[in-house]
């Protein structure tokens, strides 16, 4: 089983919708949690950086981490074409020295 | 733009060849990680660096090696190739050196083995 699960999607959206992204964890050590956009081809931009439990936002994203039940989510509000993208979910914990999970990544199409 | 560069942006060899990747981290950032990314794998770490010392290590193969030099930029070299090497291979870098903080990436390298 892998440490950090995430539906690889595909993930079709009209414009305008909600885009609910998430991802699960197994090990309970992971403290930071991040959401990065790859384009196709491209590096991963960070999108949102979070520690430990709660909500955060930025703009249009929505981040939120649930460390109870090992869960995260992302959303994208008032979702644009120029969303299309790959989302990729990264954890990492105190000790691991940056040492980064990542899941496996959700493709996102947002449709005009 | 994130600030890290990566050097050169596609690879082409045949197997057995060997291949150095370049990094340069974003300015003021000590820490420098390598990825590796594969359709089958994924986003995998390999190697972190900070400040010309290795730090942490993930599922580098023996034939990889990397290193940190005085100007921070890093190398990532790759021996005895394999055509299950062909990946894009990433940098990152961030400010701290217990990897506590944002991670940057590069424009990535794709490695295509023949």
């Known amino acids: 089983q892998k440490e950090v699960e995430q539906d690889p999607g595909p993930l079709s959206v009209p414009e305008g919708a909600i885009v609910s992204l998430n991802c699960t964890y197994s090990n309970s050590a992971f403290q930071y949690f991040m959401w990065y956009r790859q384009y196709s081809r491209k590096g991963p931009e960070l999108l949102m950086y979070t520690y430990s439990s709660g909500n955060k936002e930025d703009g249009r994203f929505t981040a939120q981490v649930d460390k109870s039940s090992k869960y995260i989510s992302l959303f994208i509000r008032d979702s644009q074409p120029s969303d299309s993208a790959t989302y990729l979910c990264?954890?990492?914990?105190?000790?691991?020295?940056?040492?980064?999970?990542f899941g496996a990544g959700t493709q996102v199409v947002v449709t005009p | 733009d994130s600030g890290v560069t990566q050097t050169p942006k596609h690879l082409i060899t045949a197997t057995g060849q060997r291949v150095t990747l370049r990094c340069s981290p974003r300015?003021?950032?000590?820490?420098v990680y390598w990825y590796q990314q594969s359709l089958d794998q994924g986003l995998q770490f390999l190697i972190q660096?900070?400040?010309?010392?290795?730090?942490a290590k993930g599922n580098i193969l023996e034939r990889f090696s990397a290193q940190q030099f005085p100007d921070l930029h890093s190398e990532l070299n790759l021996s005895s190739l394999e055509l299950g090497d062909s990946a894009l291979y990433f940098c990152?870098?961030?400010?701290?050196?217990?990897?506590?903080?944002?991670?940057?990436f590069g424009p990535g390298t794709r490695l295509t083995v023949l």
């Open positions: 990264a954890m990492s914990g105190i000790d691991s020295w940056g040492k980064l999970q």
């Open positions: 660096y900070y400040n010309g010392e290795e730090r």
């Open positions: 300015s003021g950032d000590l820490s």
């Open positions: 990152a870098s961030s400010a701290g050196g217990q990897g506590i903080g944002e991670q940057f």
